[in-house]
């Protein structure tokens, strides 16, 4: 844990894989939530229980970096100038005002202003990318290559963000610019042997962390996955309520996806080592 940041945890490993986990929190500090709808509605769009669905992860050596804070405070896979990484489309921002079904975080008046966002920007988001640089700057000085693995999970079902049922497997390389193409294919064959469906680039693409550091002309290969929660636990068919969200992990349904996922970092760890398998 680090010192400074208490809502800021890094595990060095010696692997040449760091996972990024920018959403599963769910802290809001007692100060903002005078300022909000509700602190349910503030906590409602995370990341739920994927850094314990990636609990494996330091087993094999790799590197994490988590925050606990909630995306409501900041959220860090967010372009910081304020920019739409998928324009034309519905999304949310660095400081989200509203959820992905489209309703209001903040009561009438006191969403985040820019001077706002700028504080929140210094004091979360900039440690969290400070965090990042130095462990990739760490393993890249050890090692040629180095896989970040930037770790989502979202509901099957949110149609204001895409249409039907997303698929299970959300391999995002911005496009193929993020990461070596050999990468991606040893990604996209362990999905495809998985009784899940998969697709790259469709609807994410990969969030700012990927595209900024994603870099592989100079060894650093950035890879987003997003997860359709359904492979995990079990979503609620009606409306959320404060009563049935979030739902609880169900390891014995998990268990096959989690299978998938140690094979993907495997991967990720072995491409990095120059390995073929």
């Given at each position: 844990m680090s010192a400074a940041h208490e809502w800021l945890a890094i595990h060095p490993g010696d692997a040449p894989l760091v996972v990024s986990f920018p959403h599963t929190g769910t802290e809001i500090p007692a100060s903002f939530e005078t300022h909000l709808v509700s602190p349910w509605l503030a906590r409602k769009d995370a990341d739920y229980w994927v850094d314990v669905l990636y609990d494996f992860a330091r087993e094999i050596g790799a590197t994490t970096v988590r925050t606990a804070l909630s995306r409501t405070v900041i959220d860090v896979n967010r372009d910081p100038s304020g920019a739409s990484l998928y324009p034309g489309q519905a999304t949310t921002g660095l400081c989200p005002v509203e959820t992905f079904d489209g309703e209001p975080l903040y009561s009438r008046g006191h969403e985040p202003d820019a001077e706002e966002i700028a504080r929140r920007r210094i004091a979360y988001f900039d440690p969290y990318h400070a965090a990042l640089d130095a462990q990739l700057k760490r393993l890249r000085a050890k090692h040629p290559r180095v896989v970040l693995y930037d770790a989502h999970s979202i509901r099957s079902h949110v149609a204001r963000l895409f249409d039907g049922t997303l698929p299970q497997f959300n391999i995002g390389t911005n496009s193929g610019a993020s990461c070596d193409a050999a990468l991606t294919s040893r990604i996209e064959k362990i999905?495809?042997?998985?009784?899940?469906?998969?697709?790259?680039?469709?609807?994410?693409?990969?969030?700012?962390?990927?595209?900024?550091?994603?870099?592989?002309?100079?060894?650093?290969?950035?890879?987003?996955?997003?997860?359709?929660?359904?492979?995990?636990?079990?979503?609620?068919?009606?409306?959320?309520?404060?009563?049935?969200?979030p739902a609880a992990l169900d390891d014995a349904h998990a268990a096959t996806l989690r299978v998938g996922l140690r094979d993907i970092l495997d991967t990720c760890v072995n491409f990095a080592a120059g390995n073929s398998a």
């Open positions: 999905c495809a042997a998985t009784r899940f469906d998969h697709v790259t680039n469709g609807r994410f693409r990969g969030g700012w962390i990927t595209r900024h550091y994603g870099k592989p002309q100079n060894g650093i290969h950035a890879v987003q996955m997003e997860l359709a929660m359904r492979g995990y636990l079990h979503e609620p068919e009606g409306a959320l309520t404060d009563s049935n969200w």
